[in-house]
């Protein structure tokens, strides 16, 4: 939307400051997916995929590395495997090296917590397409230290 700068603060004011550029045509079409029912049938059928996926990785892992634990609830789209301790850097950069992109627990660490908190990944189980997943398991289960 263009406006005259005398309008702007009022504009965004009533639309909100959250979305302040979502397009007519963006709410339209989700209307109509809401209302014709296409967005309950593609929630249902991600939920159910992210389910399968986050299965198959708690399977996986339990398997190929047991001494790395699952944590956090199963819902979402990311799961935290917990590491020994001082083995999260080292695992982080095997990570990518095997062409993976997983985060350190360590960086969701408020910057002046001087705690030792635990060693993790944050691993993203949804991102992967359906034809790599396997592989990209794989190459998680390289990346980690041995038991």
Same mark, same amino acid.
């Given at each position: 939307m263009a406006l005259p700068e005398a309008l702007v603060d009022d504009v965004v004011a009533a639309k909100? @400051?959250?979305e302040p550029y979502a397009s007519a +045509? @963006?709410?339209?079409?989700l209307a109509d997916l809401v209302a014709s029912g296409a967005y309950d049938r %593609?929630?249902?059928r991600m939920r159910q995929r992210h389910r399968s996926r986050r299965d198959r990785l708690v399977a996986v892992l339990a398997e190929r590395a047991p001494h790395v634990r699952v944590s &956090?609830?199963?819902a979402g789209? %990311? +799961?935290v495997l917990d590491l020994p301790r001082g083995s999260e850097r080292t695992v982080v950069e095997a990570a990518a090296?095997? &062409?993976l992109a997983v985060e350190g627990l360590a960086? =969701?660490? %408020?910057p002046h917590d001087t705690g030792a908190g635990r060693d993790g990944l944050v691993v993203g =189980? +949804?991102?992967p397409p359906e034809h790599v997943y396997e592989e990209a398991l794989d190459a998680l289960c390289r990346a980690l230290p041995p038991g």
């Open positions: 909100g @400051e959250r +045509a @963006e709410q339209l079409t %593609h929630v249902r &956090g609830i199963s789209l %990311h +799961a090296w095997q &062409g960086d =969701y660490r %408020h =189980y +949804a991102t």
